[in-house]
């Protein structure tokens, strides 16, 4: 459930507000809804890997992969070890890890405010 | 406990959004980078991309209407002019508005606000040039004129109405990944993109290179080896062409023509020399060569290829001008095209417009400065320049004279620019603040006949440039036009004494006598910036144009060739024919073969057979391109060293050096000083150079073959994005050409874009491309889809259409604008 209503929250609030917004939508939602650390962790990080790995597979097919590449050959011309990586799976790993680590911890941190007044 | 827990895991949280929120060093805040809702993955663009088919914006008057083709080019119908260039600013910002902005702080010198310390030297070098200082001036003065003043004003209004619309998620991808945002557009920032475009074509000097060698070898020896004019030109304006003016009065050539360089000064240098490769060619065939009977034309403005592209095609339609053509991204009108009855073109004029005046200052304070026997106070300005990722800004202090700015002033300056001396003023036409250029282009793209041409050349002030001119109405015609200085002979040759009056710049040459040919007998007409005129021409307009091979070969084609098409003139500009080989060739082939064991060398048969031309495969013009470069090398750098620190010079010209291997075999120039109890001869420096072209080719490339000696796997033409982002270039574009061929492809230069109008009475035909693309969005397909079939030297045909309802299969969308 707090997969479910993190993944819609911040899919409408990241179209109008900036992407951190996903942390304290993690954090209320965490705080509200959530039984356990691990699975507060768990379902933001969900939702986030989710939603963000939906959404840039759909922008990323619609654009053939052109941006993604070129995104690629600009980071891995600075940091070495990329050129040995194939792009796009790089490219959505950075992110998911991006996405799903700062709503993850927000999430905690709300299960974690919670405990405060139980 | 439950405390601690809570406070580490906010921390936790806390930390790592707060740290992917913000730039770390170089990397740009990459939580929003990363995003999909905000980041680099919105800017992929899978199609045409097009605005909205209804579009509301505020700054519209009346109703317009923008048609694209299916190359993305829009056609814009406007009810009135206001109107179509608010349009033109708002697509153009819609499709280059990074590249736009990025022009006006390379002029301005505010680089390094985005890409922090990196940049600081260049800024440096540009605010003390003074660009920005004189956009200033050249808007305030220009907008007296009411129709700039509106034009200019249309324009940024368009362009800021697509800014005011835009969200970071929408913003160029360049912007996200450096890191800053857009600012508001203006008139000023035209002119600062003009600016650049007067720094581009304009901002070279040899002055100190010439001092140098003036003072080691003396004026007979600068004389021979450095002459005004080549033995082997062929001007624009052809020989024999009559001077239906009367000359205004020349200043007198002073006693003492130069500044006595001391042995303390310090000449720091590498002023980009006038540089050959940033040509262009252009001309135009009248009706008696034609097929058609009526003119055509063709122009292929050559500068440094980048993405997105220098150029933006586009259409102007209104009530007073239906216009098409090649627009600067930045700047209103369209600077290089056709409507019904005319069309044009530019090149460069390499006419020496940036001097040096050597400057005695009373002393350290640099308050005062020599002048005319007396203490002449210098005016200060402080530049102030902010850089990204340092906490205060930096100040740097700019002296000026009557003359112009001192460039640097101290031999401790890190000088960006070397080629500029230490402690001398810079008197440079782009300073001067009668601008109103882009007027020149606002008559142009409404001209009728040759009256109408005429007319607007008397608008454009710099940098000077040779228009091209083919009307319906069966005339030809072109102009070397712009201010230009009314010299003395050799004034600002050497570095000046701005102590003397006598060297100040006096005064301009007429405007309606700069050299203009109409309808010559030959039938033709045709710049490739070589020498504007032969000698007789009255006044002086520098010593170094660009060498003449592209010239000699354009004239000698457009000579032989009867009934024109669009096509033959489409296959010279692809002409890569080497003339210089052609010329020389024989003769060094000659020398070597004196040694009959140089026949059985591999790369002596390849040159052997070759064909003379440039060509993508040919491996005999890697060898002989190289050769020749060796050559030079070998001969003059003892004697004229290019990198020396201290007093570097400049070698004598190609053509010089051949003249002298024709019909000066013995000349002292060919011994190497550097060797000593040795007398190196002709034939020992032919022979050494080919010996190490071929080594280094051979250590670079292997051993010789057709496939990795290719010459245009050598010359390796690239594209490279103009920010230098890695990655959103385009490398190893396969084609032929070279710096003194028609098709001036070189490693970072040519032709940016291509153009060929049929004129006709009743509807011309025109074709044309540039490198590049529409949009310069990186990930989209009209990013560079121009580039393969430029490669390959073909043309696409332009779409000019008549009226916004006329039907054409290749119309890819309409947008309709209307006030909101």
Same mark, same amino acid.
């Given at each position: 459930m707090t997969y479910i209503i993190i993944l819609i929250v911040s899919a409408v609030a990241q179209y109008f507000l900036p992407w951190w917004v996903i942390a304290p939508i993690a954090f209320a939602i965490g705080a509200w809804k959530s039984e356990t650390a691990l699975g507060a962790y768990a379902a933001a990080a969900g939702a986030i890997a989710t939603l963000w790995v939906g959404y840039a597979t759909f922008l990323n097919s619609a654009n053939e992969g052109i941006m993604v590449q070129k995104i690629g050959g600009l980071f891995s011309e600075n940091i070495k070890f990329l050129k040995n990586l194939p792009v796009t799976p790089t490219f959505f790993t950075i992110m998911t890890i991006i996405g799903s680590q700062v709503a993850g911890l927000s999430a905690t941190a709300g299960y974690h405010f919670r405990q405060l007044f139980k | 406990m439950k405390l601690v827990k809570f406070i580490i895991s906010l921390l936790a949280a806390a930390g790592l959004t707060y740290a992917l929120n913000r730039p770390l060093g170089p990397v740009p805040a990459l939580g929003r980078l990363f995003s999909p809702f905000e980041g680099f993955w919105q800017n992929g663009e899978s199609k045409l991309d097009l605005p909205p088919t209804d579009l509301q914006l505020d700054g519209v008057q009346d109703e317009v209407n923008v048609v694209f083709d299916d190359n993305r080019v829009p056609h814009v119908f406007a009810k009135n002019d206001h109107d179509a260039y608010f349009t033109q600013g708002y697509l153009m910002a819609r499709d280059r508005l990074w590249q736009m902005e990025f022009y006006t702080l390379a002029a301005s010198g505010r680089l390094a606000e985005v890409v922090g310390e990196r940049a600081l030297e260049l800024d440096r070098y540009s605010r003390r040039m003074g660009m920005a200082d004189a956009a200033k001036k050249v808007y305030e003065n220009g907008k007296t004129n009411k129709i700039f003043d509106e034009v200019l004003n249309a324009y940024a209004a368009g362009v800021n109405a697509y800014i005011k619309q835009l969200k970071y998620k929408n913003l160029p991808?360049?912007?996200k990944i450096i890191g800053y945002q857009p600012e508001e557009w203006s008139p000023y920032k035209t002119i600062l993109m003009m600016?650049?475009?007067r720094n581009v074509l304009n =901002?070279? @000097?040899?002055?100190f290179?010439? $001092?140098? #060698?003036? $003072? *080691?070898? =003396?004026?007979?020896?600068? *004389?021979?080896?450095?002459?005004?004019?080549? $033995?082997?030109? @062929?001007?624009?304006?052809?020989?024999? !062409? *009559?001077?239906n003016f009367t000359p205004v009065p020349v200043p007198a050539v002073p006693a003492q023509t130069t500044a006595t360089l001391s042995t303390s000064e310090t000449v720091a240098f590498d002023v980009p020399q006038h540089s050959p490769e940033i040509g262009s060619n252009n001309w135009a065939v009248g009706g008696e060569k034609s097929a058609t009977g009526l003119p055509i034309l063709a122009n292929d403005p050559h500068l440094q290829l980048t993405l997105p592209s220098i150029w933006y095609q586009m259409q102007l339609c209104t009530p007073t001008m239906n216009v098409y053509g090649a627009c600067l991204p930045g700047a209103p009108g369209v600077v290089i095209g056709f409507n019904k009855d005319v069309a044009w073109g530019v090149t460069n004029v390499g006419s020496d417009v940036m001097d040096f005046y050597q400057i005695k200052f009373k002393d350290n304070t640099k308050k005062e400065y020599?002048?005319?026997d007396a203490w002449k106070p210098t005016s200060m300005r402080i530049e102030e320049f902010v850089v990204k990722g340092r906490p205060e800004s930096l100040k740097d202090t700019v002296y000026s004279t009557h003359h112009g700015p001192i460039v640097y002033n101290a031999a401790s300056d890190k000088n960006f620019n070397q080629n500029v001396p230490v402690g001398h003023a810079m008197r440079w036409? #782009?300073?001067?603040?009668? =601008? !109103?250029?882009?007027m020149a282009f606002y008559y142009l793209n409404r001209a009728k006949n040759y009256d109408d041409y005429r007319k607007a050349l008397t608008y454009y002030v710099a940098p000077a440039q040779n228009f091209v001119f083919a009307s319906n109405q069966n005339d030809? $015609?072109? !102009?070397?036009? =712009?201010?230009l200085p009314l010299k003395w002979k050799e004034q600002g040759k050497f570095i000046m004494d701005g102590s003397n009056p006598a060297h100040d710049w006096q005064g301009w040459i007429p405007v309606d006598q700069n050299p203009t040919v109409k309808n010559p007998p030959r039938g033709f007409v045709s710049s490739a910036n070589q020498f504007s005129a032969d000698p007789t021409y009255p006044y002086y307009l520098g010593w170094r144009f660009a060498p003449s091979e592209r010239a000699i070969r354009i004239n000698e084609r457009l000579e032989r060739m009867q009934k024109a098409t669009v096509d033959s003139l489409r296959m010279l500009q692809n002409d890569n024919f080497n003339v210089e080989a052609r010329r020389i060739l024989p003769v060094l082939m000659k020398i070597l073969n004196a040694d009959s064991s140089e026949t059985k060398n591999p790369a002596y048969q390849t040159l052997a057979k070759w064909n003379m031309k440039n060509d993508a495969n040919e491996v005999g013009a890697t060898i002989f391109e190289r050769w020749v470069k060796e050559l030079r090398y070998t001969v003059f750098d003892d004697e004229f060293p290019m990198k020396d620190l201290k007093a570097p010079m400049t070698y004598p010209s190609r053509n010089r050096m051949w003249d002298m291997v024709v019909k000066e075999p013995t000349a002292k120039w060919f011994d190497n000083v550097s060797t000593k109890n040795k007398q190196e001869t002709l034939q020992d420096v032919v022979k050494q150079s080919f010996k190490a072209s071929i080594d280094s080719l051979t250590q670079k490339l292997g051993p010789m073959n057709a496939e990795t000696w290719a010459w245009n796997k050598v010359k390796s033409t690239d594209i490279n994005h103009l920010g230098r982002l890695p990655g959103f270039g385009r490398q190893d574009i396969p084609n032929g050409g070279g710096a003194g061929i028609v098709n001036a492809t070189t490693e970072l230069n040519g032709p940016s874009w291509r153009m060929v109008v049929q004129l006709d009475k009743g509807w011309p035909k025109a074709y044309g491309l540039y490198p590049g693309g529409q949009s310069g969005n990186p990930a989209s397909p009209f990013y560079d889809n121009m580039i393969d079939k430029w490669a390959k030297g073909e043309l696409n045909e332009l779409l000019f259409m008549k009226s916004k309802d006329e039907k054409s299969s290749r119309i890819s969308g309409t947008v309709k604008i209307s006030k909101k």
């Open positions: - | 991808v360049e912007y600016m650049n475009m =901002g070279g @000097s040899d002055d290179r010439m $001092s140098n #060698a003036l $003072s *080691k070898y =003396g004026m007979e020896v600068v *004389k021979d080896l450095f002459p005004n004019y080549p $033995s082997n030109e @062929s001007p624009i304006i052809p020989v024999g !062409t *009559k001077w020599w002048y005319n036409v #782009a300073h001067e603040k009668e =601008g !109103t250029d882009l030809i $015609s072109i !102009t070397p036009n =712009g201010k």
